[in-house]
């Protein structure tokens, strides 16, 4: 691809001409050209319709020969359900049988004491004493705060997607690494996949396998698997090249190759993708919820809906500790390395699996005669729901005024008026001068590609709706930066504050999204400035990571020229530092964007009118087109503006000599 | 010394990288110019390369970073296609092998050590010595009785439950010069070996190589960029350059009379009296009486004790025949530089 620097006059003198006939247009062009204001309703184009027309056929009619195509979703579905079902007995509900009316338990579940016991131990092989404290003491919070059922639907859930999410991203990140015509399918799908938001295909998954526990892990097997398959195809290139010739030398069969050679030599790299799994799947438990996963996700959402943020929280708090003390576990599996078989006899050879059989069967009989060996005893359960309620109650007393003062200044300053600016350009002017960008910064492909998308979106009829999310998640992205910038630098040279740093951020990514919105509702109540605030809590983390990590790359000797030169640190800032790690920092800004976009969709559930609104009305209306549509809209979005921005890093780092033209 | 007929013949074999290489290839008819290839974006990493590997010897194959020579190792067991070019093994021609004979060849009759090892992970010691043998389908105890005696063999009797991670560099190469013989192979391919050791241990690993082989007498091709290692367990050596062999010969041949400026180049700092055998400066004759006799592998600096203990002249022998006498005069002719 070509890329234009051009004279920097150039570059003006396009710009300045390009500015002023969209001004032009703008003002006095309404009369002239009516069209370009509102797009005419007559020239839609019906995605909607169509999309829910063929999800309909999908479902009624779609067949191959004999086999249809709800076969299949019947047959997937048979094939979740019922290892959720023997997870969801052994792990919260137990064997029960129905007795006139009601049903009677005949076996109850794995007592909560053997559980914490198990994963103790599973700590302790894989990571020693103080993980396995540290597995114990997240399980016992969960307990405690006596959310001990619902966690266990979760978990459930959760070891039946993960396995399979592995399993399928395996499958497919081999076949994508022996055929690159299969890769060069697959990728634009993961793209897909992975920039769309996942409300968007809650509701088709909802109407091929109804509402429950199964369509919500179809939900989550799709937003968690792409990442195995890429690092699967990844992690195999990345081997080297003796590992392949050796396989060969021997004379391996391509089995022979794959799985005794090839996977287990790429192990680590593969429990990286592992790692994500398990990760994405615990992201996605409150969203499963929604089409059907009981469990955590199921409880913050009531509780959201409730405004009852003390619930809410208790059960954000034991989605963090399960995926805490899973992603620490997952990590240490990676990092143990392969070990000597143990010599001795079958329970010799297996200390940990037995310790655990032990330990289930002891609970199970203690559990017959002590009630609280078999579930945590309700009575020494403790709940900070009042608590919270009360702090609520008394910031909001308190603080009414100044809360409310802050709230109008910004909404009336900042939010009304980039609001009505976005809202009332003409689409055509805004698809232009896209088009224009596109141009300058990445050839004409780029162009047709953002011109494209965008028309696209006016052309569905979303263009107002597409605006009010763009509008959100600019401000939003724009004061992430503002923060997250100066904090990055402050913290990029100082070794002890990045460490500190660095250890928060991990750990409120692994926070579940929802958790931000409710601090935040709780004092703005719902509204845009809500969704805000929201959404920079949720993605400054991705502007001070890229920051740092583009600061501590500059090459020091370019740091120690510049000092030899005389500049001062401001101008060292300035001068050398900042602009040399600005190709990272764009990639930061792409991420933050992402990020903002996933999380508006979720400010949707507090009352903004943007397109993240139109899918969650979708889904409550199961209504595929609409929510596919504006589903789109946002994935159109996101990438615009990631390739607009890998474009402008690429002619950036080209210009720094870091890459060449 | 254990020459035998010819085992590995390779005839005019070339690759060339890039895009449509073996097209090219045939436009620019059997002589290609390396400019003309350059110019149309490919590079040729072998060019023209004629070999000859004898039964039983150890032929080196050496040249700096870059030069081809693994390139050139993975033509011959054809990991990779050559674009043009012969390869015979035993007469028969590998470039016309189907894949599925070409994979019976390399169980069989190929072993091959890499320099990283390459060893698998999450398999122990025995493991990793015993895979060739468990992809033939070789039942568990039979290959793991094999594989045993092979690691004893190399000296590392008693470390089989061990993980390569635990292993020294110089014991994991040790596992992979086992792996490689666990097949009892005929042609046995070593890929710089002992490049990523430190000197110590590389010269412990290269004599218990020339161990090795007193006992095996396979037929060995040795890559390695160290011409030190070259001239200490070469039977003979082909030097490469750009892709091409500038000269094959004994280590002596390419002390005494290299062809090239290249050559000269490289064996200019090599003290003779390490390279240069009894062999060749022997003068026939009848065996005096009472003298001392060395073997005519033996270099003409492991004769200096001999000399310098007194003696006018060393018996030279080979195999218990008698083949002649080598004289201090002709030695000290030889060190200060005049020839033979
Ligand atoms: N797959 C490939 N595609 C393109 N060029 C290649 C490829 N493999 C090797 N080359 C080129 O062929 C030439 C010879 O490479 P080769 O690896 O055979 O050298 P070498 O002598 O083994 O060097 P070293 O001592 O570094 O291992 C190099 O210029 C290399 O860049
Ligand atoms: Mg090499």
């Known amino acids: 691809m070509t890329v234009r620097t051009g004279k920097p006059f150039g570059g003006w003198l396009i710009w300045t001409l390009a500015l002023a006939i969209a001004a032009a247009v703008w003002l006095w ?127 459930a859930s959760i070891l039946v997607a993960v396995p399979v999410g592995v399993a399928g991203g395996l499958m497919l990140g081999v076949l994508s690494w022996r055929h690159p015509w299969f890769e060069s399918l697959l990728r634009p799908l993961l793209d897909l996949m992975q920039t769309m938001p996942v409300f968007a295909y809650l509701v088709p998954i909802l109407i091929l396998f109804g509402f429950g526990p199964t369509a919500a892990v179809v939900a989550t097997l799709i937003y968690a698997m792409p990442p195995m398959t890429r690092v699967t195809t990844l992690s195999l290139q990345r081997l080297p090249g003796e590992t392949h010739d050796l396989a060969r030398m021997v004379g391996c069969t391509p089995r022979q190759t794959l799985w005794r050679v090839l996977v287990p030599s790429a192990r680590e790299p593969l429990m990286v993708g592992v790692n994500q799994v398990i990760m994405l799947s615990l992201n996605m438990v409150i969203i499963a919820s929604m089409i059907g996963a009981g469990g955590l996700g199921f409880d913050v959402l009531t509780a959201l809906r409730r405004l009852d943020f003390g619930a809410g929280l208790e059960a954000g708090l034991a989605i963090v500790a399960l995926a805490i003390a899973l992603d620490r576990l997952s990590q240490a599996v990676a990092r143990r390395g392969y070990r000597a078989p143990l010599p001795g006899g079958i329970v010799a050879r297996h200390p940990y699996l037995t310790a655990a059989l032990a330990l289930i069967l002891l609970c199970f009989v203690l559990g017959l005669a002590l009630p609280a060996v078999q579930g945590y005893p309700e009575a020494a359960q403790l709940s900070t729901s009042a608590f919270w309620a009360a702090a609520v109650e008394w910031i909001n007393v308190t603080f009414f005024d100044t809360l409310e003062a802050v709230k109008n200044t910004i909404l009336l300053w900042i939010l009304v008026p980039v609001k009505r600016f976005l809202v009332g350009m003409p689409w055509a002017v805004a698809v232009a001068l896209l088009g224009l960008a596109g141009w300058r910064l990445g050839g004409w492909r780029l162009a047709v590609l953002v011109a494209g998308l965008s028309f696209l979106i006016a052309a569905t009829g979303q263009w107002e709706k597409a605006m009010i999310t763009v509008y959100l998640c600019g401000i939003s992205t724009l004061i992430a930066l503002a923060i997250g910038i100066p904090l990055g630098i402050a913290v990029a040279g100082r070794e ?152 402008a890093a690429r002619a950036q780092r080209q210009r720094l000599g870091l890459e060449a033209a | 010394m254990t020459t035998g007929e010819d085992t590995l013949i390779c005839r005019n074999v070339w690759k060339v990288f890039g895009s449509r290489a073996a097209d090219h290839m045939a436009a620019l008819g059997p002589e290609p110019d390396p400019a003309r290839l350059a110019e149309l974006g490919l590079v040729s990493a072998v060019r023209a390369v004629d070999l000859t590997v004898r039964r039983g010897e150890i032929f080196v194959i050496m040249g700096l970073s870059g030069s081809g020579k693994s390139t050139l190792v993975r033509c011959l067991s054809r990991l990779i296609e050559p674009t043009a070019g012969e390869i015979l093994f035993n007469g028969q021609n590998l470039l016309a092998a189907s894949e599925a004979e070409m994979t019976q060849i390399r169980r069989h009759k190929m072993g091959m050590v890499f320099q990283h090892f390459a060893l698998l992970p999450h398999m122990t010691v025995l493991d990793n010595v015993a895979f060739p043998l468990e992809v033939q389908g070789i039942a568990r105890p039979a290959r793991e009785a094999r594989a045993r005696e092979i690691i004893a063999l190399v000296g590392l009797a ?183």
């Open chain 1, 496 to 647: 002890r504050a990045w460490m500190v740093t660095r250890t928060v951020i991990d750990t409120l990514q692994t926070l579940p999204s929802f958790v931000y919105l409710m601090p935040v509702v709780m004092l703005f109540r719902v509204g845009d400035f809500t969704a805000m605030i929201a959404v920079v809590a949720y993605a400054v983390v991705a502007v001070i990571r890229y920051t740092v990590l583009g600061l501590q790359g500059v090459d020091p000797r370019l740091i120690e020229a510049g000092r030899a030169m005389g500049c001062t640190d401001w101008q060292l800032l300035t001068r050398i530092r900042l602009r040399l790690a600005l190709p990272e920092i764009l990639l930061g800004l792409n991420q933050t964007i992402m990020f903002a976009l996933s999380m508006l969709v979720i400010t949707a559930l507090v009352g903004t009118r943007d397109l993240g609104q139109d899918v969650y009305i979708a889904l409550t209306k199961a209504n595929p087109g609409n929510g596919l549509v504006a589903g789109l809209a946002i994935a159109f979005i996101a990438i615009i503006a990631d390739r607009l921005l890998a474009a």
């Open chain 1, 29 to 155: 062009g309404e009369a002239l050209v009516p069209f370009a204001f509102d797009y005419p309703k007559g020239w839609r184009i019906p995605a909607a319709r169509w999309i829910g027309s063929f999800v309909n056929w999908l479902v009624k009619d779609a067949a191959v020969g004999p086999v249809a195509f709800s076969d299949l979703t019947r047959f997937v579905a048979a094939v979740i359900d019922k290892p959720y079902q023997l997870a969801l007995a052994l792990l919260a509900d137990g064997w029960q049988v129905a007795e006139g009316g009601a049903a009677r338990q005949v076996v109850p579940p794995l007592a909560w004491l053997a559980v914490i016991g198990i994963v103790a131990l599973a700590g302790l092989w894989a990571g020693g004493p103080g993980l396995a404290a540290l597995m114990a003491a997240a399980f016992a919070f969960v307990a405690v705060f006596g959310q001990w059922h619902s966690a266990m639907v979760t978990l």
């Open chain 2, 158 to 340: 008693g470390r089989e439950g061990a993980f390569p991670r635990q292993l020294s560099g110089g014991q994991q190469q040790r596992v992979g010069i086992a792996r490689s013989l666990a097949v009892k192979p005929e042609l046995w391919f070593l890929d710089e070996p002992f490049s990523a050791l430190d000197p110590l241990i590389r010269r412990e690993l290269q004599d218990e190589f020339i161990r090795l082989q007193s006992r095996l007498k396979k037929t060995i091709v040795f890559i390695t960029h160290d011409f030190d290692e070259a001239i200490r367990l070469a039977d003979r050596i082909a030097i490469m350059k750009d892709g091409g062999v500038e000269q094959c010969g004994t280590p002596e041949e390419l002390v005494m009379n290299p062809a090239t400026d290249y050559v000269r180049e490289f064996t200019r700092a090599v003290p003779k009296a390490k390279v240069v055998r009894l062999s060749s400066l022997v003068e026939p004759g009848p065996r005096p009486e009472g003298i001392d006799c060395l073997p005519a592998r033996a270099t003409v600096a492991d004769a200096g004790p001999a000399f310098l203990g007194g003696a006018g002249r060393v018996g030279v022998e080979h195999e218990g025949n008698f083949l002649g006498t080598v004289g201090r005069d002709a030695v000290v002719r030889l060190l200060l530089g005049g020839g033979m």
